[in-house]
């Protein structure tokens, strides 16, 4: 990968995460979920963008991958727990990353600060050599040490240009024999887990190039 492409990731990269923090921004107790992913996706647009995949939102106990549709009315209500999910992509490019946030609350700040670490720790450890299997070994050992369970059908996934999920899977578990990170990749990691009693789903992801 010469420097230019990757300065082309890092644009997409950049301009997925300021749409991120906007929609973050404006998640409040009654706005309408359909007004806040338009909100976001206009917002990709005007700084030189277009969105990579429709802009997800997944609230309490719904994990990832949902959106509302055209007539959808709901907005959100207070303690809802929103798991905001932003692409952007420039010429090809894509820049994918996701956060958790309570509306008018402050009673998963635990699961949160859980999802924070698994993250930060799986990424402490990519690089090129490194198996996906210890990866998710990584972020099931995190998540069991703060007294969650990990979500084993959720995972990251290798990215390549107008490609957002190839053939590599970066699961939450430690699980089968795993694929070996190479040079030059382009990942996404989605630690996803949940409280046992109350599932209140967390996802976190960040692209991330592996370093030699």
């Keep these: 990968m010469d420097n230019d492409e990757l300065g082309k990731w890092k644009r997409a990269g950049k ?6 923090e906007y929609g973050k921004r404006e998640i ?12 976001v996706e206009n ?34 209500e207070y303690g809802d727990v ?10 090809g490019y894509i820049g994918d990353t996701a956060l958790t946030v309570e509306v008018g609350t402050e009673q998963q700040e635990e699961l949160l600060k859980s999802s924070r670490q698994a993250l930060k720790n799986a990424i402490d450890i990519m690089r090129a050599g490194v198996s996906t299997q210890e990866i998710g070994g990584m972020i ?16 990251g996934h290798a990215i390549e240009r107008y490609n957002l999920h190839t053939g590599i899977a970066i699961p939450n578990v430690k699980e089968g024999r795993g694929r070996i990170l190479e040079k030059g990749m382009i990942v996404s990691n989605e630690p996803g887990y949940y409280e046992t ?4 789903i967390r996802i976190e992801n960040l692209i991330y190039t592996t370093k030699k």
Aim: no cysteine; hydrophobic share 40%.
């Design 197 to 200: 009693n109350k599932f209140g």
């Design 15 to 20: 301009l997925a995460s300021r749409a991120r």
């Design 140 to 155: 099931q050992k995190t998540v069991e040490n703060f007294g969650f369970k990990p979500i084993s059908n959720l995972t």
């Design 82 to 91: 929103v798991k905001l999910d932003v692409g952007a992509e420039i010429d």
């Design 28 to 39: 409040e107790e009654g706005v309408e979920k359909l007004e806040l992913v338009e909100a």
């Design 43 to 76: 917002f990709i647009r005007k700084n030189g963008g277009t969105p990579a995949f429709p802009t997800n939102l997944a609230v309490n106990n719904i994990a990832a991958h949902w959106t509302p549709n055209s007539n959808d009315k709901s907005v959100f």
